[in-house]
Each structure stands twice: as structure tokens, then as C-alpha cells.
């Protein structure tokens, strides 16, 4: 297109979700609802590690960051589709739709790269129990989660960056709830290889490359079980695995739903994107906590606490049970 038949975007118009207008009361009460379950489910599980000593081990702090990581990545676009339901105004400015972006594929990346290192330290507690402790030192678990954070920031500039450089014409309608990068791309009236090429090389690898540590991970650890198979083996493996396997099932399958299972962007993703980005985080907090004896313990604690606060006039009195 000549630049003379191009304009320059200063705000988006986002469709939404695909609701009936005399629909949008329920579904607007249901997503807060949902929203609000996963922001006070994933802050009550960090306060919990913070408080319970007993959880002061490499598995929960990595499941701390988790937890603020989901809190954030849903915060990045629930709020905003929120506002758009109850005010009907769908437009967001070019600047917001960037920001966006970038925070959205930012925590993304750092919610993937955790699994994966959440997978080496389960690999680590069942292959090499013994070593455990000498393995999974502060210093390591600092590093790893350090490392995730900043090469998700990177990753997050490496998209965004290149993304600022391209043009937007006449057509500035994004048929989504959020900006997302394969919907802006779809948009612009630019070269956009560039952006592909970074999309498929770098994108692929940060994808693909923790998948592969944490198949490698469970790989492993199903050699070590098989290899001498015994039901109380077998059960403290899905003890030890069950959650973060239930929550790895839920971020890929979501995942693969909206970027390899359909052509274009629908309905359809759009739903598997509500699945990806409201529904996984509010069920995090559920699946480490109702299938985690030592979560379910220091809640307890927690309560019991609180119960003696009240009765005996501002003495916290719940870590005694620690």
C-alpha cells in the first residue's frame, strides 16, 4: 500500500467476547467473580508460604511465583474486558494496546519458563532424593527464577519493539478481548517477516525448548519408577508430580488450543483464550491446595490463628502450630 493511502491508529477497537447484548449482566458477574477467586486464591497461597515455615522449600517458592505470575497475567487483561462489558466502550488507545501486549506476552512467558523449572526440581526430589537439598540450594532457585523473569522481559522487547515499527491503515478492528500479537499482525499494512521470522525462531524456541525440559524431566522420571515399579513408588510420584502435572496439561492443552488447533481467529479462540487466561490461573490455587496436604495444613494453621486473634484481642498466636 502507497503511504499516501495510510493513516496512523491511534486507538483499536476491540470486539470482545462473542456475547448477546442481554448476555453481557451474567457473563460480567461471572468473569469478576472469576477474577477475583484467582486474585485472593493466588495471593492467600503466597501468603501462606510466606507465613508457614514449613513450606520454605524450593517447590513452594517456585509455586509463589507461579501464583503472583498468574495473578499478574490475568490482571493484564480481565480488568480491561471487564470495564469494556459494563461501559460499552470498546476502544483501547494505540500506546494501551502496546502495553498490553507486552505485559501479556511478558507473563506468559514467565508462567511457561516456571513450569519447566518447577519440573527440574520435581525431577530433582525423585531421581536424585539424597542430593536434593545440595542440588536445590538458595542460590540455584534465586538464579532460576531471576533467569525466568528477565528472559521473559527480554522475550516480551524482542516482540514488541518490532511490532511499534509497523504501519496500521483503515482497518483497526481486533476480533478479541486483548491485543493480541497474531491479531495485530493481521492488522498491519507493514512488512511484518520480520516480525514472523522472530515470531517462529525465538518464539518457538522459548515455547518449545521448556516443553521439552519438562517432558524430558517426566521422562526421566518414569524410567527411574519403572525401573523397580512398586505402588508406594507410584504413589509418591503422583504425590510429588500430580499437581504440577494437572497445571502443565492445563497451560499447554489451553495453549495449543488457541495457537495450533484452528486457522483463524474465531470464536473458538476466543473461548480458548478465556480458558488460557482467566480460567487456568483462577485453578491453580485449587489444584496445589486441595491436593497438597502441607497447603491444606498451613491454611489450617492460618484459620486457627486468626480464630485466636479475635478471642484474645489482638495476640497472633497462629504460628505456634508452625
Not at 508457614?52 to 509455586?63: G, I, W
Not at 514472523?196 to 524456541?205: D, N, P, Y
Given at each position: 500500500m502507497r503511504p499516501e493511502n495510510q493513516s496512523r491508529v491511534s486507538e483499536f477497537l476491540l470486539l470482545g467476547l462473542p456475547i448477546l447484548p442481554e448476555h453481557q449482566g451474567v457473563f460480567f458477574t461471572l468473569f469478576l467473580g472469576m477474577y477475583l477467586t484467582t486474585v485472593l486464591g493466588n495471593l492467600?497461597?503466597?501468603?501462606?508460604?510466606?507465613?508457614?515455615?514449613?513450606?520454605?522449600?524450593?517447590?513452594?517458592?517456585?509455586?509463589?511465583?507461579?501464583?503472583?505470575?498468574d495473578v499478574s497475567f490475568s490482571s493484564v487483561t480481565v480488568p480491561r474486558m471487564l470495564m469494556n462489558m459494563q461501559t460499552h466502550h470498546f476502544f483501547i488507545s494505540y500506546p494501551g494496546c502496546i502495553s498490553q501486549l507486552y505485559f501479556y506476552i511478558c507473563f506468559g512467558c514467565v508462567d511457561n519458563l516456571l513450569l519447566a523449572v518447577m519440573a527440574y526440581d520435581r525431577y530433582v526430589a525423585i531421581c536424585h532424593p539424597l542430593h536434593y537439598n545440595?542440588?536445590?540450594r538458595e542460590e540455584l532457585c534465586v538464579l532460576l527464577v531471576s533467569a525466568s523473569w528477565i528472559t521473559s522481559c527480554a522475550h516480551a522487547l524482542l516482540h514488541t519493539v518490532p511490532m511499534v515499527r509497523l504501519s496500521f491503515c483503515a482497518n483497526n478492528v481486533i476480533t478479541h478481548f486483548l491485543c493480541d500479537l497474531n491479531a495485530l499482525l493481521k492488522l498491519s499494512c507493514s512488512d511484518i517477516s520480520l516480525n514472523?521470522?522472530?515470531?517462529?525462531?525465538?518464539?518457538?524456541?522459548v515455547l518449545f525448548l521448556p516443553l521439552a525440559i519438562i517432558l524430558g524431566s517426566y521422562i526421566r522420571i518414569g524410567t527411574i519408577i519403572l525401573k523397580a515399579p512398586s505402588t508406594k513408588r507410584l504413589l509418591k510420584a503422583f504425590s510429588t508430580c500430580g499437581s504440577h502435572l494437572l497445571v502443565v496439561s492445563l497451560f499447554y492443552g489451553t495453549l495449543a488450543g488457541i495457537y495450533f488447533l484452528s486457522s483463524s481467529w474465531d470464536s473458538k479462540d476466543v473461548i480458548a483464550s478465556v480458558m488460557y487466561?482467566?480460567?487456568?490461573?483462577?485453578l491453580n490455587p485449587f489444584i496445589y491446595s486441595l491436593r497438597n496436604r502441607d497447603v491444606k495444613q498451613a491454611l489450617e494453621c492460618v484459620l486457627t490463628g486468626l480464630k485466636k486473634f479475635i478471642c484474645q484481642g489482638g495476640h497472633i498466636c497462629y504460628l505456634d502450630c508452625l
Open positions: 492467600l497461597i503466597i501468603l501462606l508460604i510466606r507465613l508457614d515455615s514449613r513450606l520454605h522449600t524450593p517447590m513452594y517458592f517456585f509455586l509463589s511465583h507461579l501464583a503472583l505470575t545440595t542440588i536445590m514472523e521470522l522472530v515470531l517462529l525462531t525465538e518464539g518457538g524456541m487466561t482467566v480460567v487456568t490461573p483462577m
